[in-house]
C-alpha cells in the first residue's frame, strides 16, 4: 500500500506491504495477515486511499509542487510561447487594429458619411479561442473577428476593401478568403503568424474598442453570418464571466494540450 509520510517538514512517498482491515471479509482465511498493529511513529504521517486525510497544509503543498513541476515541463517542452513570442502576436493585434480603424473610415468616406461622423467612426479586433483565453502554443494561430458598423459590408468593404488594404503590407502575405465556409473569413500571415480573420457587421454606427458583445444592444438585429461570427468570442467571453478561477482552467487545458500531443 502506498501513502504519503511527512517527516522533518518533508513529504515523502512510502510504499509498504499492504494488509487487510478484515482478514475474513472475503470468507477466506488470509494467511499474509498479520494481526500486529503497525508501530506508532510520532513524526510520520501516513495515509491509506480510504484513511484520514492529510493536513490541509501539506496537501496544498503538494498540489503546488505539482502544478509548477507540469508547468515547467509545458514550458520546457517549447508548448508555450516565450517572451519575444507573446510581445510579437500583441505587436500583430495592435497593428492589425490601427489598419481596421483607417479601413472603417476609408468605407466612411467612400460613403460619403459626414466629415463628423467619418471622424467618430470606429471599428476594432476582438481574439478569440486559444489565444483569446490565454491558452495557446508557440505556434499556435491567431483567431481575430474584425467588428465593423453598419455601412461596412462583407461582400464589399471586407473582402475587398480591407482586402486591398492587407495585401499592400508588408507584413502581410499569403492572404487568402474563404467566401464558402460556414463563417466566412480572410487567412492570412501578419509577420510570420497564421490570422484567421472573420468579420461581424453590427447595426452601430461606430464600434468602441471594448465592445461587450454580450449586450443585447450591439447584437439587435444583426445578420445570421454576422451572428456565427460572434460566437466564438461570445462563448470565450462566456467562459471568462463564468469561471471562478480562469488560471486553474488555463493550466488544466495547458496539461490537456500536452497530453494530446505526447498521446497522438
Not at 491567431?142 to 467588428?147: F, G, K
Not at 474563404?178 to 447595426?203: C, S, T, W
Request: net charge negative; with cysteine.
Amino acid at each position: 500500500m502506498a501513502a504519503y509520510a511527512y517527516n522533518n517538514n518533508q513529504i515523502n512517498f512510502v510504499d509498504f506491504p499492504f494488509r487487510p482491515l478484515n482478514p475474513s471479509s472475503s470468507g477466506v482465511p488470509n494467511p499474509n495477515f498479520n494481526q500486529a498493529p503497525l508501530p506508532y511513529n510520532p513524526l510520520l504521517f501516513v495515509v491509506p486511499p480510504f484513511g484520514v486525510p492529510l493536513n490541509p497544509s501539506l496537501l496544498i503543498q503538494m498540489d503546488e509542487e505539482r502544478s509548477l513541476s507540469l508547468l515547467q515541463l509545458i514550458a520546457n517542452e517549447g508548448l508555450v510561447p516565450v517572451r519575444e513570442e507573446e510581445e510579437k502576436r500583441i505587436s500583430v493585434i495592435k497593428k492589425l487594429k490601427q489598419i481596421v480603424l483607417s479601413w472603417a473610415k476609408k468605407v466612411a468616406w467612400q460613403r460619403r458619411l459626414p466629415n463628423e461622423q467619418i471622424a467618430e467612426t470606429h471599428a476594432t479586433i476582438l481574439t478569440y479561442g486559444s489565444y483569446g483565453l490565454g491558452v495557446h502554443g508557440s505556434e499556435s494561430d491567431i483567431d481575430a473577428l474584425c467588428v465593423g458598423p453598419h455601412f461596412a459590408t462583407m461582400a464589399e468593404d471586407f473582402f475587398i476593401v480591407l482586402r486591398n488594404m492587407l495585401k499592400s503590407r508588408s507584413e502581410v502575405t499569403e492572404i487568402h478568403c474563404v467566401k464558402d465556409a460556414k463563417v466566412p473569413l480572410m487567412r492570412f500571415k501578419f509577420d510570420g503568424i497564421l490570422i484567421d480573420l472573420p468579420y461581424a457587421q453590427l447595426k452601430v454606427p461606430s464600434v468602441p474598442d471594448d465592445v461587450d458583445v454580450l449586450n443585447p444592444f450591439f447584437v439587435r438585429d444583426i445578420d445570421e453570418t454576422s451572428w456565427k461570427s460572434l460566437s466564438g468570442v461570445r462563448a470565450n467571453q462566456r467562459i471568462i464571466q463564468l469561471v471562478p478561477d480562469l488560471e486553474v482552467v488555463f493550466k488544466s487545458l495547458h496539461g490537456i494540450q500536452f497530453s494530446l500531443i505526447c498521446n497522438a
